[in-house]
C-alpha cells in the first residue's frame, strides 16, 4: 500500500470516474486502474462497484476512503510542518470566499497582503459555501471567507466584521421618498433575490420574515412574483438597473459599482437593520498561524474601508 494508492482510490471515490480520475492524478486511466485493482487485491475486498456506465464505492470501501483522506490529510500537515522553520510568510496561500463576499472583499485585501507580505502569493477561488468547506476539508485550500453560522469539526472561525444589508431601489421608486425601509414596506413588491442555494438569499429572508410570507404568497400564485432567477448580486443590480424590482444586498455589493443617481438609490433599513458577519475559518492542523494572522489583519483593515463606506449619504448611488 502505498500513499499514491491511497491518493488514487480517493480521488475514483470524489469523481467517480476513472478518466476524470486519472486526469486529476495526472496520470493515464490504465496506470489508475490497475493501481485500484491492485490495492483491492492487497486488502482482499473490493473498493468500488463497477458497471460500464457508473463507478459506486461499496461501503467497506467508504470507510477506507475516509481514512485515507485522513492519512493524506496529516502527510500534508507533515509536509506543511517541514515548512514550519522557514519563513511562514514566503509561500502561496490559497484562500476562498463565497461569491458575495470574494468580488467586493478580494479588491481591497490584495492590496492590504501585498504590503503585508510581499513574497506570500495569494490563490483565490469563489465559490459555495459547501464546496468550501469540502475544500478546506480536503486541504486543497489554506483558508476561506465565509459567513456565520459555519460550523466544521477541527476548523477554527474568526469573525473579521458585522456588515449591513440595505434595499437598492430604481431611482425614482416610491419607496425612495422614506428615509429608512422596514421590512414590511416590501412585501407588496417586485423582490429579486439569489437563488436557492445562495447562502445570501437564506440570510436576507432569515433578517427579514415578511419577506418569508412573500415568497409563500408567489408559491400559491396569491402575490406579487418573487423574482429569484439572478445568478449572482450583479446580475440583479443590473435587473433593478432596468427597473425589474428591487432588492436586498451587502453594503459593500451596493456601493461596489457606481451607477448615476437618476439609475439607482440606496436606502437603509430601519432599526434593528439586519447583517451578516463575515468571518475566516482554517483548519487547526494548519501550520502557518502568521499567515492567518496576516489576513485576518489585513481583511480588519478592509474593515475600516466598510465603516467609511456607511457614512455613505442615504441618497448615494449603488
Avoid at 192 to 201: D, E, K, N, Q, V
Avoid at 213 to 226: C, V
Avoid at 237 to 265: C, F, K, N, W
Avoid at 291 to 310: F, Y
Amino acid at each position: 500500500m502505498t500513499l499514491t494508492e491511497l491518493r488514487y482510490i480517493v480521488t475514483l471515490a470524489r469523481e467517480k470516474h476513472f478518466g476524470r480520475a486519472a486526469e486529476r492524478c495526472h496520470v493515464s486511466q490504465p496506470t489508475l486502474s490497475v493501481a485500484v485493482k491492485k490495492l483491492e487485491e492487497e486488502l482482499g475486498v473490493p473498493l468500488f462497484e463497477r458497471s460500464k456506465s457508473s463507478i459506486r464505492v461499496t461501503e467497506t470501501g467508504k470507510q477506507i476512503v475516509e481514512q485515507a483522506q485522513r492519512v493524506l490529510d496529516q502527510v500534508g500537515v507533515i509536509k506543511d510542518l517541514a515548512q514550519n522553520g522557514k519563513d511562514q510568510l514566503n509561500s502561496p496561500l490559497k484562500v476562498g470566499a463565497i461569491y458575495t463576499i470574494g468580488p467586493y472583499l478580494f479588491p481591497h485585501l490584495l492590496p492590504e497582503l501585498r504590503r503585508a507580505a510581499p513574497d506570500m502569493p495569494l490563490f483565490i477561488e469563489e465559490n459555495y459555501t459547501a464546496n468550501l468547506r469540502q475544500k478546506l476539508r480536503h486541504s486543497e485550500l489554506d483558508a476561506i471567507l465565509i459567513a456565520l453560522p459555519f460550523e466544521e469539526p477541527e476548523v477554527v472561525t474568526l469573525p473579521l466584521y458585522d456588515e449591513p444589508f440595505v434595499v437598492l431601489l430604481p431611482a425614482g421608486h416610491p419607496l425612495t421618498d422614506k428615509a429608512e425601509i422596514e421590512p414590511e414596506d416590501m412585501v407588496s413588491e417586485q423582490l429579486l433575490l439569489l437563488g436557492p442555494g445562495h447562502c445570501f438569499r437564506d440570510q436576507v429572508l432569515e433578517s427579514c420574515p415578511p419577506l418569508v410570507d412573500a415568497l409563500a404568497s408567489r408559491s400559491t400564485g396569491s402575490g406579487p412574483a418573487l423574482v429569484t432567477e439572478g445568478s449572482s448580486l450583479e446580475t440583479i443590480r443590473h435587473m433593478v438597473a432596468s427597473g425589474l424590482g428591487i432588492t436586498v444586498l451587502p453594503l459593500s455589493a451596493a456601493t461596489a459599482m457606481q451607477y448615476r443617481e437618476d439609475l439607482l438609490v440606496t436606502r437603509p433599513f430601519a432599526q434593528p437593520v439586519p447583517y451578516r458577519t463575515v468571518a475566516l475559518a482554517w483548519r487547526v492542523t494548519f501550520p502557518r498561524p502568521k499567515a492567518i494572522d496576516v489576513l485576518s489583519l489585513a481583511a480588519n483593515q478592509c474593515r475600516v474601508m466598510e465603516k467609511a463606506a456607511r457614512k455613505t449619504p442615504a441618497k448615494a448611488t449603488a
